[in-house]
């Protein structure tokens, strides 16, 4: 049971180039979440997945889409990147349809964007 | 807005004694609180839920409180050991946006 696995562990991009972040998870689980963590702030949610087939903004979605390509998958895409990008991309789930039950997260994907 | 703070210091203790953590919150209600912990370059893992209606949890070493009148939460551990280091997070619930708001977490430190 690997859980939730994220990849790449760690990207370096230019600014206006493009890459998928992807997740997958194992665990059956219905949602999925896409957060970005900074330092000195708390992570935030950039989409999630409540079930397969719906996708919904988060907190601060603009710059990002997303696409869950079945029950186990959930990728984020950045369109055009910039410097204000960089930072720690984490996907999570969990198994129910609330939202806000215990989550569970994958190890991360390190980007920086110069 | 909904606002979580938790102290942006780190928090050195011995090892053996209690390490108590603090998150306070601001504009809201929560139904209930989670705390995780996380390691340097690792995801968050999940260690406590505590509801609005419970006082008090405890899981082995952990302890957690949750006054809602003083809108605040702590988090002890008692015992502490030095692989007890780590940043720990607090996360509320949202209200009706689904969504979990997050505090920016402590880094503590026990010293052996």
């Known amino acids: 049971n690997a859980g939730v696995t994220q990849t790449p562990k760690f990207q370096v991009l230019k600014t206006g180039q493009s890459m998928t972040l992807q997740c997958a998870q194992d665990?059956?689980?219905?949602?999925m979440y896409w957060y970005r963590q900074d330092p000195g702030m708390g992570l935030r949610l950039i989409y999630y997945s409540a079930s397969e087939g719906t996708t919904d903004k988060g907190e601060v979605p603009n710059g990002y889409n997303v696409s869950r390509l079945n029950k186990r998958e959930f990728s984020l895409r950045l369109e055009s990147a910039a410097p204000s990008q960089t930072s720690v991309y984490f996907c999570?789930?969990?198994?129910?349809?609330?939202?806000?039950?215990?989550?569970?997260f994958g190890p991360g994907t390190r980007l920086l964007v110069l | 807005s909904q606002k979580i703070e938790q102290n942006s210091e780190a928090l050195n203790i011995q090892e053996g004694k209690t390490a108590t953590l603090t998150c306070n919150y601001t504009n809201y209600s929560p139904a209930y609180l989670q705390w995780y912990r996380q390691d340097p370059g690792r995801g968050p893992v999940f260690l406590l839920l505590i509801r609005e209606n419970e006082k008090e949890k405890r899981k082995e070493r952990l302890k957690v409180t949750f006054d809602t009148t003083l809108k605040q939460s702590l988090f002890h551990i008692t015992a502490s050991q030095p692989a007890d280091s780590a940043t720990y997070l607090c996360a509320l619930e949202e209200g009706s946006n689904y969504q979990l708001i997050w505090g920016a977490g402590t880094k503590l430190i026990i010293k052996p």
């Open positions: 999570a789930s969990n198994e129910g349809l609330v939202v806000k039950e215990t989550q569970y």
């Open positions: 665990m059956n689980h219905n949602s």
